[in-house]
């Protein structure tokens, strides 16, 4: 069974300073790899996903994640963050079943809380 | 375009009582998907359409009764309301059928968050 990994449920930094949110996840098959966000009372949105290619894919406010296969991980990182990233950020692993549906499942979250 | 949007935004129920939540989308979404969102376990699917007056089950669907009876709403129901469903519940739809395969991104209402005393 696919699963995915988040060992932080939560990352205190400072305001400029550089982050990286960890992900690993386990398949048995193809999977393509998303990290979304969370913003406080809001729903989730794209952050950014690697479907093949480059390994280092980059996402919307200056996030970007690298895909390695060999050690099955998918982290997320910022150089240099702002108080407007807090927020809580999850990673996903999707797959497509033999019906065609697109199966998603997330890691249980890691809350990034960015002070000045 | 309004997205993907979602009724209530906030419910307290008694246990026992039934309700039923909307999610109407705008942005012609095939699929649609109810998730459950509760601390230190990430979202989890509850039920999902492939299309209009079509649905099936999730990882956790008991307690929840889902219809489609038109592309552009997916109704979540709960027939009788149980402490064990407080949570946030929260609707997503993702893109047509056409870039199927698993690359799809889901786009999320606000959600809706259910208190069961």
């Known amino acids: 069974a696919q699963s995915v990994t988040q060992l932080d449920s939560q990352v205190p930094v400072f305001e400029e300073a550089p982050v990286e949110l960890r992900c690993n996840y386990s398949?048995?098959?193809?999977?393509?790899l998303f990290w979304y966000v969370q913003y406080p009372n809001q729903g989730l949105q794209l952050l950014l996903k690697?479907?093949?290619?480059?390994?280092l894919v980059k996402g919307i406010n200056g996030f970007e994640a690298e895909f390695n296969k060999s050690q099955t991980s998918f982290h997320l990182r910022k150089p240099s963050v702002h108080i407007s990233d807090t927020a809580e950020y999850f990673c996903?692993?999707?797959?497509?079943?033999?019906?065609?549906?697109?199966?998603?499942?997330f890691g249980t979250g890691t809350r990034l809380l960015v002070s000045p | 375009n309004a997205g993907v949007t979602q009724t209530p935004k906030f419910r307290v129920l008694k246990t026992g009582q039934s309700m039923t939540l909307l999610c109407a989308q705008d942005?012609?979404?095939?699929?649609m998907y109810w998730y459950r969102q509760d601390p230190g376990m990430g979202l989890r699917l509850i039920h999902y359409?492939?299309?209009?007056?079509?649905?099936a089950k999730g990882e956790v669907p008991d307690g929840y009764n889902v219809s489609r009876l038109k592309k552009q709403n997916f109704l979540l129901g709960l027939e009788s309301a149980a402490p064990s469903q407080t949570s946030v519940y929260f609707c997503?739809?993702?893109?047509?059928?056409?870039?199927?395969?698993?690359?799809?991104?889901?786009?999320f209402g606000p959600g809706t968050r259910l208190l069961v005393l």
């Open positions: 997503a739809g993702s893109e047509t059928i056409i870039e199927a395969g698993g690359k799809e991104t889901q786009y």
């Open positions: 996903a692993v999707s797959w497509v079943l033999m019906t065609g549906f697109q199966k998603l499942v």
């Open positions: 690697y479907l093949s290619g480059s390994t």
């Open positions: 398949s048995s098959v193809s999977v393509y």
């Open positions: 942005m012609n979404h095939e699929y």
């Open positions: 359409s492939v299309g209009e007056g079509t649905t």
